[in-house]
């Protein structure tokens, strides 16, 4: 069992910038490729970038190339998702989650996920 504590949410103006964290609680946090997801109002929940157990190999979906920065500090057992030019689109509630699976690279899809966080709220307003 794995448990998850993302903090670092908030209320921003467009084009500010937010760095949100997530605290693992086990201390095998560097044998699980870890991942941001993110719901919007009435929107399903959609990946938005994983990061691998190295740290080594990320992917990110297409809207927040760029402007967002999925990385870790195994030692910290933490997973950081710093994001910048932030957009009203961005608005939604943050999830990180953990993905446990021997797959050599980390995975876009939600069910691949086992461990989630409770989420922190991002809202990106004037």
């Known amino acids: 069992q794995v448990q998850l504590v993302e903090s670092g949410g908030g209320l921003v103006q467009p084009g500010g910038s937010l760095r949100l964290s997530c605290a693992a609680s086990?201390?095998?946090?560097?044998?699980?490729?870890m991942g941001w997801f993110r719901q919007g109002p009435g929107k399903e929940r959609e990946f938005v970038a994983t990061?691998?157990?190295?740290?080594?190999?990320?992917y990110y979906t297409d809207s927040v190339k760029g402007r967002f920065t999925i990385s870790r500090d195994n030692a910290k057992n933490t997973v950081y998702l710093q994001m910048n030019s932030l957009k009203p689109e961005d608005t939604a509630i943050y999830y990180c989650?953990?993905?446990?699976?021997?797959?050599?690279?980390?995975?876009?899809?939600?069910?691949?996920?086992?461990?989630w966080g409770q989420g922190t709220q991002v809202t990106i307003s004037s």
């Open positions: 989650a953990a993905d446990g699976d021997l797959a050599s690279n980390p995975r876009r899809g939600i069910s691949f996920y086992d461990y």
């Open positions: 990061i691998s157990r190295s740290g080594g190999t990320t």
């Open positions: 086990r201390r095998t946090f560097s044998t699980y490729h």
